[in-house]
């Protein structure tokens, strides 16, 4: 093994690079937002020129693509598929909902603020999001796994305790795995 | 406007049930106002004898200021295609009714949303559990004294909105010259006049 900050530097390029161009997107819809991924996925946007496509469960996914509101109850489950999913990986909170909201800001069921919950990467905003923005939100998320800047799993293990707190708050009835990654 | 088949069904229900207030209230549509006790015979007379074998719909509507809850069905017939729509009011304090499933499967999971959202106990339904809201423990959150601006404020993270985020309306309605509703100026305070 090669010890020097140089060649690893030069892996670190390599490694980088490999991420981002294959990014996959775990094929999980939550709101509304999931309208908008088969327009960008199919032909006319066609995202897999940039490496961007979807995969079928949580263990082989690098994206976790939050499309729209979240009710508690659904929170619940992407806080599973979010643990389950295997290094690297990374958040695009997608729609104004997950970022203040939106048009369920006084909803007695849904979350305002996704990253309170999860470490978000890329926010997207826009109700919803046409699929070029879609786009250009994977590109400035491939901008920053480029940079290695993208660390959402990082602050994630690190503020463990934080997040869990906020999502105990939320979600009552707290039956959930632990897992020891 | 032709209201034969209507103004039938509107005879052959006052005949059977004389307390029945019966409106017709335009082609095809049929408001049947009942007392709670009558419900379960009506319902089943309207899909035996009166061919309305569809149940549509069943809803609840909060009269806040009656401390009543109504109960709405919306019946379907098929072979006059009229729509019959039965309300009733119940007790809000006690809300209480029997089940119809024995009339509509499809009732349960009516029932089971209102009972969730409402409140309303049906006797008789043994799958009044948890339905759609999970972990639940709050005043059931369709009910009008539940404050929903209120719990969301306490349970959930809110982000402050922006310093210069103005309504458009003000600047719409200065370039046109139109007139801003009473209503809707309290939703379009331009922050740099306060």
Redesign the interface.
Same mark, same amino acid.
Do not use: F, P
């Given at each position: 093994m090669i010890n020097d900050k140089y060649a690893n530097k030069i892996v670190d390029i390599i490694q980088n690079f490999a991420r981002k161009s294959s990014l996959w997107v775990v094929a999980y819809g939550t709101g509304c937002g999931a309208i908008e991924i088969p327009p960008t996925m199919t032909s006319r946007y066609d995202a897999e020129r940039f490496g961007i496509r979807g995969s079928a469960t949580p263990r082989q996914a690098d994206v976790l693509l939050i499309t729209g509101y979240l009710s508690?109850?659904t929170l619940?489950r992407v806080i599973r598929t979010y643990e389950q999913m295997q290094d690297p990986k990374y958040v695009i909170g997608f729609g104004s909902c997950t970022?203040?909201?939106g048009m369920y800001?006084?909803?007695?069921?849904? +979350? $305002?603020?996704l990253d309170?919950y999860l470490p978000v990467d890329v926010f997207i905003n826009g109700c919803m999001p046409r699929p070029e923005a879609v786009i250009s939100g994977f590109i400035k998320l491939q901008e920053l796994i480029k940079e290695g800047k993208a660390n959402g799993a990082q602050k994630y293990k690190e503020n463990l305790e934080w997040y869990r707190e906020?999502q105990r708050?939320? +979600? $009552?009835?707290w039956k959930m795995p632990d897992y020891n990654w | 406007m032709n209201l034969e088949k209507e103004n039938k069904f509107a005879k052959q229900i006052n005949e059977t049930f004389h307390s029945a207030v019966v409106k017709v209230q335009r082609e095809r549509r049929i408001i049947v106002e009942l007392r709670s006790d009558l419900i379960p015979p009506f319902l089943s007379f309207a899909k035996e004898y009166l061919s309305f074998i569809h149940m549509a719909h069943y809803s609840c509507v909060d009269w806040l200021e009656e401390n009543k809850f109504e109960l709405v069905f919306m019946l379907w017939s098929y072979e006059e295609d009229v729509m019959l729509i039965v309300k009733t009011k119940i007790d809000r304090e006690k809300p209480e009714f029997v089940t119809i499933k024995h009339l509509w499967p499809q009732a349960e999971t009516y029932e089971r949303e209102i009972h969730e959202m409402y409140g309303v106990d049906f006797k008789g339904n043994d799958r009044l559990g948890e339905f759609i809201l999970e972990d639940w423990d709050d005043l059931p959150p369709m009910r009008r004294d539940f404050d929903t601006v209120k719990y969301a404020g306490e349970h959930y993270f809110t982000r402050p909105g922006r310093e210069d985020a103005q309504d458009v309306r003000e600047t719409i309605a200065r370039h046109s010259g139109e007139e801003i509703p009473d209503f809707a100026k309290k939703y379009s305070i331009r922050r740099d006049e306060e």
């Open positions: 508690t109850k619940k970022i203040n909201g800001w006084d909803s007695y069921n849904t +979350i $305002k603020a309170q906020n708050k939320v +979600i $009552k009835n | -």
